[in-house]
């Protein structure tokens, strides 16, 4: 059975940082390329970033020289990095593996921005 776990959403100030976490379980996860999206109160949900399972990546405008995604392959773990975070980037964070036709989700982390 395939699981992926978010974790490290949260509260935090405008120009702050969070790390957010996505640990797989029940897959070989370096086969997988890993999408981060996600999805504001009344919009549709969007992609952010991704990296492939050989390791190119690629972001949104809006996450471009403020977000950096990685992995681990040794521990199953996708990461995104998110820095100088803003009010817009407040929504609910998802994780995503692909490959071919198989396509997995979490079940998502809040993130809120807000002084």
């Known amino acids: 059975q395939v699981q992926l776990v978010e974790s490290g959403g949260g509260l935090v100030q405008p120009g702050g940082s969070l790390r957010l976490s996505c640990a797989a379980s029940?897959?070989?996860?370096?086969?997988?390329?890993t999408n981060w999206y996600r999805q504001a109160p009344g919009k549709q949900r969007e992609l952010v970033a991704y990296i492939s399972s050989g390791g190119r990546t690629y972001y949104a405008d809006s996450a471009k020289g403020r977000f950096t995604i990685s992995r681990d392959n040794a521990k199953n773990t996708a990461i995104l990095q998110m820095n100088s975070l803003k009010p817009e980037d407040t929504a609910v964070y998802y994780c995503?593996?692909?490959?071919?036709?198989?396509?997995?989700w979490g079940q998502g982390t809040q993130v809120t921005v807000s002084s």
């Open positions: 995503r593996l692909t490959r071919e036709r198989e396509d997995y």
């Open positions: 029940g897959v070989i996860f370096s086969f997988y390329a």
